[in-house]
């Protein structure tokens, strides 16, 4: 990790968060999708090569994450410690529906049981859901603990999941038919109405400037990439295009690489810090006290500049 | 029921950084970690500009997030309403430090030292493996506040069972204690000043007043 070394009048501005790294962003990137994955195909009513193709890439994604982020934490001997705060943190509720996950799923890919793999779908989903709430609960991070964050972390992982469940299932000789096409399709398209309402939000109740910035400069990225061409891609298999194979396996491209990318910016490059604000100036000698001071917001929550 | 405060008079601050050296001094943080730090905010526009200094650490909350998030219940707000860290417990996630939204955790993951790769004889002499890879941050120097519940003595008025920053403060800037005691040192002066509470809006309830004015 790079040095940081902030001048003394920069030290209460928002700053770039430097403890989740890469390793972070991954098990977002990979358990979301994953989680989505298993989700959506296990009620997608594949047959037992794809459904178990299915299980087995869902798994995959989510073992990869949380891989990931154990080489991260300080002390990963002591991981398991993880387990001793159900009541109140999500990272705690992660791990344990992460065990129902591989329980379930492993269940289902031994025994093809139909009631094993939607229960492995629904652990899919809550773990997913446990992630969004992991990073709503930072109230440090502005960007994270907007509660529109939820719905498109949400949002993201089902169309991921979508894109690559029809990807496999198309690879696996599965027939995909109209309705799991429009059902991608339109899940794509509430992931762009989730970012845009997220964006909405974080406008309205303030953020850091940089943290705005960020998701302005990433905004058009998942409206083509992860919107428009998906999502014509798919119009295109409905109105009857040839190749179904390959023009899924570019959809889960596009959908699941922006996805990806959008929680990427927002774990990594759009997690600015709170900052440190005063509220009053303090009066000196007798002179008056001063306004408000909030380095490096775009707006104060009562509407004020900072 | 017992809730210690910390009071900090931002009328009287100047900005010396005695307070950072002496929590450094107290607590042998690492080079680069501070618990306590002293910001410099400069406002306003020509001609109208202030400069202004703002102590900042941990503020002890009272609805603390860094507690709520935190996976191994190393994070916990004792019943004096101090928030302390188990470093036996924590596992270095650092989800609290992304909690936390005054800047006040840190990490470590490998030992620091001044001088490059050796340790200086000081620094050797409290060097704490204990504390490497895990969430740490400002303690209100809670082993003195224990030591005043075994002996009897007043966090805030004796200066053995007072935080390491209070005590230095060549101002007298910051003050310290029992904000349930409608006596002590920090009541007396929230009762004649106007105060606030850093990030309140976030519902964390912060434990330390910052005063503006007088009443």
Same mark, same amino acid.
Request: hydrophobic share 45%; proline share 6%.
């Given at each position: 990790?790079?040095?940081?070394?902030?001048?003394?009048?920069e030290?209460?501005?928002?700053k770039?968060q430097?403890?989740?790294d890469?390793?972070?962003?991954?098990?977002?990137?990979?358990?979301?999708?994953?989680?989505g994955l298993l989700?959506?195909?296990?009620?997608?009513g594949?047959?037992?090569?794809?459904?178990?193709?299915?299980?087995?890439?869902g798994?995959?994604?989510i073992?990869?994450g949380?891989?990931c982020?154990?080489?991260?934490? =300080?002390? #990963?001997?002591? *991981? &398991?410690? %993880?387990?001793?705060h159900? $009541?109140t943190?999500?990272?705690?509720?992660e791990? +344990?529906?992460?065990l129902?996950?591989?329980?379930?799923?492993?269940?289902?890919?031994?025994?093809?049981?139909?009631?094993?793999?939607?229960?492995?779908?629904?652990?899919?989903?809550a773990?997913?859901?446990?992630?969004?709430r992991?990073?709503?609960?930072?109230?440090?991070?502005?960007?994270?603990?907007?509660?529109?964050?939820v719905?498109?972390?949400?949002a993201?992982?089902?169309?991921?999941?979508?894109?690559?469940?029809?990807?496999v299932?198309?690879?696996g000789g599965?027939a995909i038919?109209?309705?799991?096409?429009?059902a991608a399709?339109?899940?794509?398209?509430?992931?762009?109405?989730?970012?845009?309402?997220?964006r909405?939000?974080l406008g309205?109740? =303030?953020? #850091?400037?940089? *943290? &705005?910035? %960020?998701?302005?400069?990433? $905004?058009p990225?998942?409206?083509?990439?992860g919107t +428009?061409?998906?999502?014509?891609?798919?119009?295109?298999l409905?109105?009857?295009?040839?190749?179904?194979?390959?023009?899924?396996?570019?959809?889960?491209?596009?959908?699941?690489?922006?996805?990806?990318?959008l929680?990427?910016?927002?774990?990594?490059?759009?997690?600015?810090?709170?900052g440190?604000?005063?509220?009053?100036?303090p009066?000196?000698g007798?002179?008056?006290s001063?306004p408000?001071?909030?380095?490096?917001?775009?707006m104060?929550?009562?509407?004020n500049?900072? | 029921?017992?809730?210690?405060?910390?009071?900090?008079?931002l009328?009287?601050?100047?900005g010396?950084?005695?307070?950072?050296?002496?929590?450094?001094?107290?607590?042998?943080t690492?080079?680069?970690?501070?618990?306590?730090?002293?910001?410099?905010?400069?406002?306003?526009?020509?001609?109208?500009?202030?400069r202004?200094f703002?102590?900042?650490?941990?503020?002890?909350?009272?609805?603390?997030?860094c507690?709520?998030?935190?996976?191994?219940?190393?994070?916990?707000?004792?019943?004096d309403?101090?928030?302390a860290?188990?470093?036996?417990?924590?596992i270095?996630?650092?989800?609290?430090?992304?909690?936390?939204p005054?800047?006040?955790?840190?990490?470590?993951?490998?030992?620091?030292?001044?001088?490059?790769?050796?340790?200086?004889?000081?620094?050797?002499?409290?060097f704490?493996?204990?504390?490497?890879?895990?969430?740490?941050?400002?303690t209100?120097c809670?082993d003195?506040?224990?030591?005043?519940?075994r002996?009897?003595?007043?966090?805030?008025v004796?200066?053995?069972?007072?935080?390491?920053?209070v005590?230095s403060?060549?101002?007298?800037?910051?003050?310290?204690?029992?904000i349930?005691?409608?006596?002590?040192?920090?009541?007396?002066l929230?009762?004649?000043?106007?105060?606030?509470?850093?990030?309140?809006?976030?519902?964390?309830?912060?434990?330390?007043?910052?005063?503006?004015?007088?009443?």
């Amino acid at each position: 990790m790079k040095p940081f070394n902030p001048r003394a009048v920069e030290l209460a501005a928002p700053k770039q968060q430097r403890n989740w790294d890469w390793r972070a962003a991954a098990n977002f990137i990979c358990g979301g999708s994953g989680g989505g994955l298993l989700l959506y195909a296990a009620f997608a009513g594949f047959g037992r090569g794809s459904a178990l193709a299915a299980l087995l890439a869902g798994m995959t994604l989510i073992a990869t994450g949380l891989t990931c982020v154990w080489f991260e934490i =300080g002390r #990963p001997w002591r *991981a &398991l410690n %993880v387990y001793r705060h159900i $009541a109140t943190s999500w990272m705690t509720r992660e791990a +344990v529906v992460a065990l129902a996950v591989f329980g379930c799923g492993a269940l289902a890919v031994l025994t093809g049981s139909v009631v094993a793999t939607l229960c492995a779908g629904v652990c899919g989903g809550a773990f997913l859901y446990s992630q969004a709430r992991i990073l709503a609960a930072n109230k440090g991070i502005p960007a994270w603990r907007h509660p529109a964050s939820v719905p498109l972390l949400v949002a993201t992982g089902l169309a991921e999941g979508a894109a690559l469940a029809l990807a496999v299932g198309a690879l696996g000789g599965a027939a995909i038919g109209a309705g799991l096409l429009v059902a991608a399709m339109i899940l794509v398209i509430v992931r762009a109405w989730a970012w845009q309402r997220y964006r909405t939000g974080l406008g309205s109740t =303030g953020a #850091p400037e940089a *943290a &705005l910035r %960020v998701l302005d400069g990433f $905004a058009p990225r998942l409206l083509w990439l992860g919107t +428009v061409l998906p999502a014509l891609a798919v119009l295109a298999l409905l109105l009857g295009m040839p190749g179904q194979g390959p023009v899924l396996l570019l959809v889960a491209l596009l959908a699941a690489g922006s996805g990806a990318w959008l929680k990427y910016t927002l774990v990594r490059r759009a997690a600015y810090t709170q900052g440190l604000a005063i509220d009053h100036i303090p009066v000196r000698g007798r002179g008056p006290s001063g306004p408000a001071a909030k380095p490096g917001w775009k707006m104060m929550p009562d509407g004020n500049r900072g | 029921m017992t809730r210690y405060v910390m009071t900090i008079d931002l009328r009287r601050c100047v900005g010396c950084q005695t307070c950072t050296a002496a929590c450094k001094g107290a607590n042998a943080t690492p080079p680069g970690i501070q618990w306590r730090r002293v910001l410099d905010i400069e406002s306003g526009e020509f001609p109208d500009v202030r400069r202004s200094f703002l102590p900042v650490a941990c503020m002890h909350c009272g609805d603390p997030p860094c507690e709520s998030v935190c996976p191994t219940r190393a994070t916990t707000r004792r019943a004096d309403g101090l928030v302390a860290i188990d470093y036996e417990l924590c596992i270095g996630c650092a989800n609290c430090v992304m909690a936390c939204p005054y800047d006040a955790r840190s990490i470590v993951h490998e030992p620091r030292y001044a001088y490059g790769d050796s340790p200086m004889a000081s620094e050797a002499k409290r060097f704490d493996p204990a504390r490497i890879g895990v969430s740490m941050k400002c303690t209100f120097c809670k082993d003195r506040i224990d030591y005043a519940e075994r002996t009897g003595k007043v966090p805030g008025v004796d200066p053995e069972v007072t935080p390491a920053c209070v005590n230095s403060c060549i101002s007298g800037a910051m003050g310290f204690g029992d904000i349930e005691d409608a006596d002590s040192g920090v009541s007396k002066l929230l009762a004649g000043t106007q105060y606030f509470r850093m990030h309140e809006e976030l519902g964390t309830e912060p434990g330390v007043y910052y005063v503006w004015d007088k009443s």
